[in-house]
C-alpha cells in the first residue's frame, strides 16, 4: 500500500481536538479527513478508501452506535477505533469497534493502535481471500 494512500478518518465536533489529533497522525505520516457529522463522515469513506476511523463517543448531535454500525455494513474490513473519557462503556458498542481508547491515554497511544488494527484487517481480508470469501 502506497504511503500517501494511509488516510485516517477523524469523527468528532470539537475543532481544537480534532486539530491536535490531527497534527499528531500527520506528524506520522498519515492523512487526515475530518468530519463533525455521520453524514459527512459516510460521504468520506464513499469517495475515498481509509485505513482506519477514529470516533468519539460522546458527541453532539451523533449516535455513535448508529454510526459505528452503519460503517461495518458498508465497509466490514474498516477498523473504527472508538475514544472516550468513560472508563466503562456498553457493551453493544464495544462488539462494533475495533479498539476502544480512554482519552486519557492520548495522543501518544494513538498511532500504534491505528497500526494494530490495520495490521489486524489486512490479516483477516487475507484470510478472507484464501478461503474465497467463503467463510
Same mark, same amino acid.
Given at each position: 500500500?502506497?504511503?500517501?494512500?494511509?488516510?485516517?478518518?477523524?469523527? $468528532?465536533? &470539537? +475543532?481544537? !481536538?480534532?486539530? /491536535?489529533?490531527?497534527?499528531?497522525? %500527520?506528524?506520522?505520516?498519515?492523512?487526515?479527513?475530518?468530519?463533525?457529522?455521520?453524514?459527512?463522515?459516510?460521504?468520506?469513506? $464513499?469517495? &475515498? +478508501?481509509? !485505513?482506519?476511523? /477514529?470516533?468519539?463517543?460522546?458527541? %453532539?448531535?451523533?449516535?455513535?452506535?448508529?454510526?459505528?454500525?452503519?460503517?461495518?455494513?458498508?465497509?466490514?474490513?474498516?477498523?473504527?477505533?472508538?475514544?472516550?473519557?468513560?472508563?466503562?462503556?456498553?457493551?453493544?458498542?464495544?462488539?462494533?469497534?475495533?479498539?476502544?481508547?480512554?482519552?486519557?491515554?492520548?495522543?501518544?497511544?494513538?498511532?500504534?493502535?491505528?497500526?494494530?488494527?490495520?495490521?489486524?484487517?489486512?490479516?483477516?481480508?487475507?484470510?478472507?481471500?484464501?478461503?474465497?470469501?467463503?467463510?
Amino acid at each position: 500500500m502506497a504511503m500517501d494512500s494511509l488516510t485516517v478518518l477523524c469523527i $468528532g465536533d &470539537r +475543532s481544537q !481536538v480534532l486539530d /491536535l489529533r490531527k497534527a499528531t497522525l %500527520e506528524s506520522h505520516g498519515y492523512r487526515v479527513k475530518i468530519a463533525s457529522s455521520g453524514y459527512t463522515a459516510m460521504k468520506i469513506l $464513499g469517495e &475515498r +478508501s481509509a !485505513v482506519a476511523v /477514529l470516533m468519539e463517543y460522546k458527541q %453532539e448531535g451523533l449516535d455513535a452506535e448508529a454510526l459505528a454500525c452503519l460503517i461495518k455494513q458498508r465497509f466490514p474490513n474498516l477498523p473504527i477505533i472508538l475514544l472516550s473519557a468513560y472508563s466503562e462503556m456498553p457493551e453493544r458498542i464495544l462488539w462494533l469497534v475495533d479498539e476502544y481508547v480512554m482519552k486519557s491515554e492520548l495522543p501518544e497511544r494513538l498511532v500504534p493502535i491505528i497500526e494494530r488494527a490495520c495490521r489486524r484487517a489486512a490479516r483477516s481480508e487475507e484470510g478472507r481471500q484464501r478461503t474465497g470469501a467463503a467463510a
